[in-house]
T-cell receptor, first 113, second 113 residues
Framework: DSGVTQTPKHLITATGQRVTLRCSPR?????VYWYQQSLDQGLQFLIQ???????AKGNILERFSAQQFPDLHSELNLSSLELGDSALYFC????????????FGNGTRLTVT | GESVGLHLPTLSVQEGDNSIINCAYS??????FIWYKQESGKGPQFIID?????DKRQGQRVTVLLNKTVKHLSLQIAATQPGDSAVYFC????????????FGKGTKLSVKP
């Protein structure tokens, strides 16, 4: 068990809808990362937060947004969903923002129908 | 190129044999590297890491080798067991304070009893 908790485990929704994925980092970790894993793109970095502030952005669509709250949990919001957004979404956390391993949760499987 | 899923490179080994999984990383400025193991239905699990000032690092039954000249990373697993069957990813940290990792496409390890 990595100590990173993600909810929900599965999410099925329709095109055009909006969903929120939730992540609780490991105790003591200040940095939270979101990754998307799809069959044809592998693990893609989306966005990182450190102690409540956005630190880095990857290939995150404008329809997607995230935030990290004062208690350090994070939420990833996906809106105007398309079929191609179906994927596994992973949250990871680390103590600091570099040169330390990321610890991953077990992901949220999003299916857009 | 290869990708996770249908086109994932596969390594098949006999139980008890040693396994070597290779990875070519992309950025010569990367200074930190990690190997992850991902089992079906789970998030990537940290195995071992190495910094760019090292050539080799050993863990329990695993060894990581880094060749910066050719931007090559390898993971050696000694006495491979059925429980080692999974997809293995190498990841590189491009440096800086962000800490977001760039993942390779993955290799599927299949251990035959």
């Amino acid at each position: 068990d990595s100590g990173v908790t993600q909810t929900p485990k599965h999410l099925i929704t329709a095109t055009g809808q909006r969903v929120t994925l939730r992540c609780s980092p490991r105790s003591g970790d200040l940095s939270v990362y979101w990754y998307q894993q799809s069959l044809d793109q592998g693990l893609q970095f989306l966005i990182q937060y450190y102690n409540g502030e956005e630190r880095a952005k990857g290939n995150i669509l404008e329809r997607f947004s995230a935030q990290q709250f004062p208690d350090l949990h994070s939420e990833l919001n996906l809106s105007s969903l398309e079929l191609g957004d179906s994927a596994l979404y992973f949250c990871a956390s680390s103590v600091i923002g570099g040169d330390s391993p990321l610890h991953f949760g077990n992901g949220t499987r999003l299916t857009v129908t | 190129g290869e990708s996770v899923g249908l086109h994932l490179p596969t390594l098949s080994v006999q139980e008890g044999d040693n396994s070597i999984i290779n990875c070519a990383y992309s950025n010569s400025a990367s200074d930190y590297f990690i190997w992850y193991k991902q089992e079906s239905g789970k998030g990537p699990q940290f195995i071992i890491d190495i910094r760019s000032n090292m050539d080799k690092r050993q863990g329990q039954r695993v060894t990581v080798l880094l060749n910066k000249t050719v931007k090559h990373l390898s993971l050696q697993i000694a006495a491979t067991q059925p429980g080692d069957s999974a997809v293995y990813f190498c990841a590189e940290d491009w440096g800086g304070s962000q800490g977001n990792l760039i993942f390779g496409k993955g290799t599927k390890l299949s251990v035959k009893p």
